[in-house]
Nanobody, 116 residues
Framework: QVQLVESGGGLVQPGGSLRLSCAAS???????MGWYRQTPGAQRELVAT???????KHAESARGRFTISRDNAKKTVYLQMNNLKPEDTAVYFC???????????WGQGTQVTVSS
């Protein structure tokens, strides 16, 4: 069974940093992975994506502050978040695609709260 297990969320002050991790299991060949975030009553929005060969895209709001990366051996995607702002507060979700089936999977979400 496919599982995406996120970790690294928490409470941080503005200007602080967090690193989110998402470990995938049950997917034999991982394709593009990504991080999305969502606040109550809002649409889930893309933060960053990374292909299987580490080509990246970052949302404008994340560019220069966040960095997505992956470790293919560990089947893990990371999101390094620096200079966090209160507007970054959201539940962050990991997303992964299977290169074989094209199916898309979601993690359970991890809360990031940026507050003084």
């Amino acid at each position: 069974q496919v599982q995406l297990v996120e970790s690294g969320g928490g409470l941080v002050q503005p200007g602080g940093s967090l690193r989110l991790s998402c470990a995938a299991s049950g997917i034999s060949r991982l394709g593009t992975m990504g991080w999305y975030r969502q606040t109550p009553g809002a649409q889930r929005e893309l933060v960053a994506t990374i292909t299987s060969d580490s080509r990246t895209k970052h949302a404008e709001s994340a560019r220069g502050r966040f960095t997505i990366s992956r470790d293919n051996a560990k089947k893990t995607v990371y999101l390094q978040m620096n200079n966090l702002k209160p507007e970054d507060t959201a539940v962050y979700f990991c997303n992964a695609k299977s290169q074989i089936s094209g199916n898309e999977y979601w993690g359970q979400g991890t809360q990031v709260t940026v507050s003084s």
